[in-house]
């Protein structure tokens, strides 16, 4: 019905999607779904009725999502600084590669919502939505986000930047940060019990006091050798594990602390992380920590 719409500076009143709070507009969302990198500054959506609707490289800054229905819509590549989804349902949203600095989310549902890649800065949200924005945050730059004393069990902060983040007294349990960037970050009095961190770069990072409890610090690389057409698991393997070089370790107890071994078979076996394994794969001082061996 439209043709594409490549980087166009877009009013909201020509697209027609100024829709009265609760209410659709097609021809807004069909326009909105084929405009790319559009400029929509200050454009207002609240209550639009919006449902997986497409927003691609467009931006979007100070843009009022105000109670908009957005279950399932996909943001790759938006500006949503000091954007507004107060209010606004978002269940099943997927947001990759967006800008989401002074951004607020007060009040919104976001439960199985999805952050890929994006870069939210001190998000001004209420504890229980600031906890569902990082439920799910694979690669995410949250660099010197003050997160201390956040409910932050189980969230799912893969491979993301929290370099000099503030997670003093935070409770990590259960969380999945393998390969995070915590270099510099604060940790100290935090609850990491039964949190993944291997591969996690900890290099600097204030632990002292923390309780690391059953965390998986470590894990099995298995090597792989090839036998003509069959690629054969050798019996060499080698420990990965968090980098805790130059980390404050004091008051630390690692004699909980895990090494995991997954099997292709789907399994997974874990047992105490030595001490050596520590000083030796995860550069660990153990001066005032306690390990075992």
Not at 69 to 92: C, E, K, M, N, Q
Not at 147 to 161: E, K, P, Q
């Amino acid at each position: 019905m439209f043709s594409r719409l490549i980087g166009i500076a877009a009013t909201i009143a020509m697209l027609g999607a100024t829709a009265p709070a609760g209410a659709a507009d097609p021809l807004g969302r069909d326009v909105l779904d084929h405009c790319i990198g559009c400029t929509l500054t200050d454009a207002n959506f609240a209550g639009a009725k919006l449902d997986g609707v497409r927003l691609v490289g467009d931006n979007l800054n100070h843009a009022n999502f105000h109670v908009a229905h957005l279950r399932g819509a996909r943001f790759v590549g938006a500006d949503l600084d000091d954007a507004s989804f107060d209010g606004a349902d978002l269940r099943g949203a997927e947001f990759t590669g967006v800008s989401l600095r002074g951004t607020t989310f007060a009040g919104a549902l976001l439960d199985g919502a999805h952050f890929t890649g994006v870069k939210i800065g001190q998000t001004d949200v209420d504890g229980a939505n600031r906890r569902a924005l990082l439920a799910r945050c694979t690669g995410c730059d949250l660099e010197r986000l003050d997160l201390h004393g956040s409910d932050l069990r189980s969230v799912a902060l893969v491979g993301s930047n929290l370099r000099d983040a503030n997670l003093t007294g935070s409770d990590v349990r259960e969380a999945d940060l393998v390969g995070a960037n915590l270099a510099h970050a604060s940790l100290s009095g935090a609850r990491l019990d039964a949190a993944s961190i291997t591969g996690a770069n900890l290099r600097e990072a204030d632990l002292h006091n923390a309780q690391i409890g059953a965390a998986i610090v470590c894990s099995v690389n298995r090597g792989y050798w090839n036998d003509g057409d069959d690629a054969v698991q050798s019996s060499a393997h080698r420990i990965g594990c968090a980098n805790f070089a130059d980390a404050d370790l004091r008051g630390t107890d690692f004699t909980h602390a895990l090494v995991c071994d997954d099997r292709d078979n789907g399994t997974r076996d874990c047992r105490p992380v030595t001490a050596d394994e520590l000083r030796t794969f995860a550069h660990a001082n153990l001066t005032a920590a306690r390990a075992n061996g």
